[in-house]
């Protein structure tokens, strides 16, 4: 099994910065398939970034430009920097890892970015 603990949620304003982080543990010694979704107020949740087993990385059109995606290996940690936010941007983020077969998940991290 895969474990993810997330950090870094809270309350900023308009035009702020939030940086999530998101460390997997488990059976695994690494874990290549790893991202963020989010899922806003009455929405379903959706990729806001990820890294593919190459280490590619995909945003979702919406935070292009403003959220950056990164790794540190070592750590099986992921990081989601998030600048510019806007109030739409608000939402609960959750850490996602695909190991052998199985889709894991966070339990999420709220952030609210105020108008």
């Known amino acids: 099994q895969v474990q993810l603990v997330e950090s870094g949620g809270g309350l900023v304003q308009a035009g702020g910065s939030l940086r999530l982080s998101c460390a997997a543990s488990g059976s695994i010694s690494s874990i290549n398939l790893m991202g963020w979704y989010r899922r806003a107020p009455g929405k379903q949740r959706d990729l806001v970034a990820a890294?593919?087993?190459?280490?590619?990385?995909n945003y979702a059109d919406s935070v292009k430009g403003r959220f950056t995606i990164s790794r540190d290996n070592a750590k099986n940690t992921v990081y989601l920097q998030m600048d510019s936010l806007k109030p739409e941007d608000t939402a609960v983020y959750y850490c996602n890892a695909y190991h052998r077969g199985i889709d894991y998940w966070g339990r999420g991290t709220l952030v609210t970015v105020s108008s």
């Open positions: 890294f593919s087993s190459g280490g590619s990385t």
